[in-house]
């Protein structure tokens, strides 16, 4: 049974991505395809990038962190990366976290559920872009959360009909290229 990893990538205070990420979770696990795991970037603590580049590293770190980091990412087949859209980009916090690492995404699947004023539409483009360099398996379903059809008073979660049905397209594929 495929692993796949839903990866939460806001660290902000008061962040919507813990509701979208338990909300992505829970219909997850209700189908019974994968084992279905929450990654949440923050609970790392991951340091700046400023060492020698990932992919000579073979996947060993000096950094206990990083090393967690990269056990967790590399134990997963895929993923389900949850992202913000900031300043019309990918959260430098999760573009941090990912680039300590390579060799452990390696042709694994991925998915994208973005949430912001628009769905994180740009966010989610920049990170099909950047998984492209490790030959990632991207899938083309994906789920653009919208505060004005999502999200009441920009703090609660509360995701319209159709996304459901959106977010089963989309782990269908994933589990699929996981596999």
């Known amino acids: ?107 694994k699947a991925i998915g994208f559920v973005g949430y912001s004023g628009d769905g994180a539409i740009r966010a989610v483009e920049q990170w099909r872009t950047i998984v492209a360099l490790w030959g990632m398996r991207v899938v083309a379903p994906e789920v653009h959360l919208t505060f004005a059809a999502d999200v009441r008073n920009r703090s609660e979660l509360v995701p319209a009909d159709n996304r459901a049905g959106q977010l089963a397209k989309l782990l269908d594929a994933v589990v699929e290229a996981a596999g």
Not at 63 to 86: H, K
Request: net charge negative; charged share 25%.
């Open 1 to 107: 049974m495929a692993k796949i990893g839903i990866v939460l990538g806001s660290i902000r205070e008061g962040r919507l991505g813990e509701q979208v990420a338990a909300w992505v979770l829970e219909q997850a696990r209700q189908r019974g395809d994968a084992e279905y795991s929450l990654v949440d970037v923050k609970s790392f603590d991951l340091p700046l990038v400023t060492g020698a580049p990932p992919a000579t590293r073979n996947k060993q770190y000096d950094d206990e962190r990083v090393q967690r980091w990269s056990d967790t990412i590399d134990a997963l087949d895929g993923y389900v990366f949850v992202t913000p859209e900031y300043n019309h980009g990918v959260p430098g916090a999760f573009k941090n976290a990912v680039d300590h690492l390579a060799p452990e995404f390696f042709g």
